[in-house]
């Protein structure tokens, strides 16, 4: 009987090997960028500096600050707001940068990370 390599050239499974290798390469360094990422710090401000939120690639805020004079408790919900723009925009700029990151690192996979 005849040995198949089932289109893969130069025959089947030193191929399967090789591609094994560098997706398990691939897995690693997907795995090192994610820890980097995810202990990477991010800020980003709202209310022209009023509100600043700090969080790392986690999501989780590491810091906030609100300058004294943006604290009306006759208007609590600019305040909110201020504090939820901030927020937003820092869970933002966490996922532009993965998503970047890992697109450049496994080109074709768009979309996946």
Known sequence: MAKRNF?????????????????QKLQQQMMEMSENLDAKTYESTSGGGMVTVSMNGKHEVTALTIKPEVVDPDDVEMLQD??????NECIRKVDEEKESAFGALAPGMGGLF
């Open 7 to 23: 289109g893969f050239p130069g025959g089947g499974n030193a191929n399967m090997q090789q591609m094994m290798k560098q997706a």
């Open 82 to 87: 201020l504090v939820l723009a901030a927020v």
